[in-house]
């Protein structure tokens, strides 16, 4: 059987599953009847409104795209206490770590070297970074209690977001004050070194809502590995009603984080062990205009400051050069500004008709003299202006149309439309065809990143790093079926996403040919630039996401991915994970909350890392976690939870190799293998 044919039946028989499932829930639910109608209310408890696809408040039914939705209760039971594991419940999802504070996401891929095509948000701010790619160092100021929802949008929607949201979006929308009430104080212990302590207070006075949240969280990271973090941040969250049409919420935090990277035994020392620290800081103002119902006005600005220390010495190790043996400091240190300003309206003109449009300028400073040779301060200016139609123009079908004009100051003006058409023939049932294109630009970074290490007698001894201001932004065209459907008598949801992407002119590093005579031959360290790669890249794929309770008080969230990518490239074709599955059993009785994640991922070429002939795939892996809660209540109001949670339960596992540190170990195994972690936590609200 073709792969092809393989998603075909893989669809078929999720969608018969889901029929058959339908005519037997009456048997599984006494009090539901075929002839007892659903009562609205019943249907749409189930189905949650979502905010981000073409950023208008909409029913996940009638939105132009699959969307995994992790809410509050969802996110507080699993135990988890960071994005990057949460992330790993959303299908298609690729998370892995190559150490403690460097996690590589990517949604399908491809791509082996920081991943660049999520869009993050947190309340509406990017926090993509400027320079690393999407995901960062995982050092955002957000406690995971802020949380109020997770929405990931799976597959492009850079028709509202722009060239970050090139593969997805995962947009995180934290607690509205008025929600909540009250502090929490939490301390938490485990092995490995964890540990944390953590404590928030809300409080309200008339219209004015005010959180503040502050953490301190330290490890050890990976076993053998000069990895520790230590980890300060604080947030705050203020809204104000200023009457009965508008609001005003102001944002605001900093980060503040001391790691250990690197690996021993390094050629010419260019990747020791060392420590680095980050310092980030932001504000954003966010003013809304309710004018009714159906229309709004939002308008928003922030900025964010980041600065990163990182300096160690290169050497020539056991190599003797002219002159003898030298020494010369490395400065990687770099700071990034952004400045962003963003307008939006959202109208209903008339029945069946809803519309969103607007308008955002943003612009990226990055200092850093050691990673753009004489080129000072580089920035990057861009420009959006976005709009989303959805008409509905029969009861039963429903059209959307997106479209982002988007100009950056290196680039010409390019379209990113979104056509989508949603059938609904029953009240528990959608079918959903779309076409979308995207296109991600290569930034600052990807142009200029001009990188020579220079010996003060002897000049150049490596030109690491070769800008390519040629570069082309890739371009994606996606085309995708899904089907979606309600089972509320299980509070089940099915959704079925059959996808076939297109990437042109695909952003990969590659060896660079065009670099400066160097005394360093390039067979031992060779150059690299990021390029475009040659022919077409293809993913195909089938996603099934499927969330029932099937008993009282316990939930089963099923996630399978099945992928085949295809490129003249057998790297950029390696780094695609085959499949990925996953099942998670969340559980109340009483006072007690439990669960258990099982997720299994096959093997995937994760990274080539400074040495762009380096090749190692990750061998495929099993992991399990599991979490176990007793609340307890007090006099007055009081809260006490304890919190029993594992990692990695099924022992050691390898997930990335971005950097040769198979070829730097002494022994066969993987330096940077995970270990399990055990953590009990404690935590008390008043």
């Given at each position: 059987m073709t792969f092809r044919l393989y998603l075909r039946a893989v669809a078929a028989i999720s969608i018969a599953a889901s029929s058959s499932m339908t005519t037997a829930q009456s048997g599984m639910a006494p009090e539901t009847s075929p002839d007892s109608p659903i009562s609205e209310s019943s249907y749409f408890d189930s189905l949650p409104v979502v905010l981000t696809v073409s950023r208008m408040p909409r029913p996940q039914n009638e939105t132009p795209a699959a969307i995994t939705v992790l809410d509050r209760e969802t996110i507080r039971a699993t135990g988890y206490r960071s994005l990057d594991r949460l992330l790993r419940l959303v299908p298609g999802m690729l998370v892995a770590k190559e150490r403690g504070s460097e996690q590589w996401v990517s949604y399908h891929g491809p791509n082996r070297d920081s991943p660049q095509e999520l869009q993050i948000l947190i309340d509406g701010r990017s926090v993509s970074a400027a320079y690393f790619g999407s995901f960062g160092r995982n050092s955002f100021p957000l406690a995971i209690e802020d949380i109020e929802r997770i929405e990931v949008v799976r597959g492009t929607d850079a028709a509202s977001y722009g060239t970050n949201a090139y593969m997805g979006v995962v947009n995180i929308i934290t607690r509205h004050t008025a929600e909540e009430r009250g502090g929490k104080v939490s301390v938490a212990g485990g092995t490995n070194g964890y540990s944390e302590v953590s404590g928030r207070v809300v409080t309200r006075s008339?219209?004015?809502?005010?959180?503040?949240?502050?953490?301190?969280?330290?490890?050890?990271?990976?076993?053998?590995?000069?990895?520790?973090?230590?980890?300060?941040?604080?947030?705050?969250?203020?809204?104000?009603?200023?009457?009965?049409?508008?609001?005003?919420?102001?944002?605001?935090?900093?980060?503040?984080?001391?790691?250990?990277?690197?690996?021993?035994?390094?050629?010419?020392?260019?990747?020791?062990?060392?420590?680095?620290?980050?310092?980030?800081?932001?504000?954003?103002?966010?003013?809304?205009?309710?004018?009714?119902?159906?229309?709004?006005?939002?308008?928003?600005?922030?900025?964010?400051?980041?600065?990163?220390?990182?300096?160690?010495?290169?050497?020539?190790?056991?190599?003797?050069?002219?002159?003898?043996?030298?020494?010369?400091?490395?400065?990687?240190?770099?700071?990034?500004?952004?400045?962003?300003?963003?307008?939006?309206?959202?109208?209903?003109?008339?029945?069946?008709?809803?519309?969103?449009?607007?308008?955002?300028?943003?612009?990226?400073?990055?200092?850093?003299?050691?990673?753009?040779?004489?080129?000072?301060?580089?920035?990057?200016?861009?420009?959006?202006?976005?709009?989303?139609?959805?008409?509905?123009?029969?009861?039963?079908?429903?059209?959307?149309?997106?479209?982002?004009?988007?100009?950056?100051?290196?680039?010409?003006?390019?379209?990113?439309?979104?056509?989508?058409?949603?059938?609904?023939?029953?009240?528990?049932?959608?079918?959903?065809?779309?076409?979308?294109?995207?296109?991600?630009?290569p930034g600052v970074f990807g142009r200029y990143s001009d990188v020579r290490i220079i010996h003060p007698f002897l000049g150049l001894l490596q030109h690491r790093f070769v800008p390519n201001p040629d570069i082309d932004p890739s371009r994606l065209d996606s085309f995708e079926i899904g089907h979606a459907r309600r089972f509320p008598s299980l509070q089940g949801n099915l959704d079925v996403r059959v996808f076939h992407e297109r990437i042109h002119d695909q952003i990969q590093r590659q060896q660079a040919e065009n670099s400066l005579p160097a005394l360093v031959p390039k067979a031992i360290l060779p150059p690299s630039q990021w390029a475009n790669g040659h022919g077409t890249v293809w993913l195909d794929g089938v996603e099934t996401q499927f969330d029932f309770k099937p008993w009282q008080n316990g939930t089963l969230l099923l996630r399978h991915t099945l992928m085949r990518g295809r490129a003249s490239d057998d790297g950029t074709e390696d780094s695609v994970a085959p499949y990925s599955a996953s099942i998670t059993w969340l559980q109340r009785m009483g006072a007690w909350q439990s669960a258990l994640t099982l997720l299994r991922v096959g093997p995937v070429r994760a990274g080539n890392g400074f040495t762009p002939s380096f090749r190692y795939t990750v061998p495929d892996y099993t992991q399990l976690d599991a979490s176990i809660a007793r609340e307890f209540r007090l006099d007055g109001g009081r809260t006490l939870e304890l919190r029993l949670t594992g990692l990695n339960l099924l022992g050691r596992h390898q997930e990335l190799a971005n950097f040769p540190v198979q070829q730097a170990s002494r022994s066969n195994d993987p330096v940077n293998r995970l270990e399990p972690v055990v953590m009990l936590s404690v935590s008390a609200g008043f």
């Open positions: 008339g219209p004015l809502g005010l959180r503040i949240t502050a953490q301190h969280l330290r490890d050890e990271g990976v076993h053998d590995l000069n990895d520790s973090r230590d980890r300060q941040r604080a947030s705050l969250r203020s809204d104000l009603q200023l009457g009965q049409h508008d609001e005003l919420t102001l944002l605001a935090g900093f980060t503040d984080i001391e790691r250990g990277t690197g690996y021993p035994n390094t050629p010419f020392n260019s990747h020791p062990e060392r420590d680095m620290d980050t310092r980030e800081h932001f504000g954003h103002l966010r003013w809304r205009h309710a004018v009714s119902p159906d229309e709004e006005f939002l308008l928003s600005g922030y900025y964010a400051y980041e600065r990163t220390r990182n300096e160690w010495a290169i050497n020539n190790g056991p190599l003797r050069f002219p002159g003898g043996p030298f020494s010369i400091p490395v400065n990687d240190s770099f700071t990034t500004r952004r400045q962003n300003l963003e307008f939006q309206h959202n109208v209903s003109p008339r029945t069946g008709l809803r519309l969103s449009w607007g308008a955002e300028w943003r612009r990226d400073e990055v200092h850093a003299p050691f990673i753009f040779f004489g080129r000072s301060d580089p920035a990057e200016e861009s420009r959006r202006l976005f709009a989303n139609v959805e008409w509905r123009a029969a009861p039963q079908w429903q059209w959307n149309f997106g479209a982002m004009a988007e100009r950056f100051q290196d680039d010409r003006t390019r379209l990113s439309p979104r056509v989508f058409l949603n059938w609904l023939p029953n009240e528990t049932e959608t079918w959903r065809a779309g076409y979308a294109r995207a296109w991600r630009n």
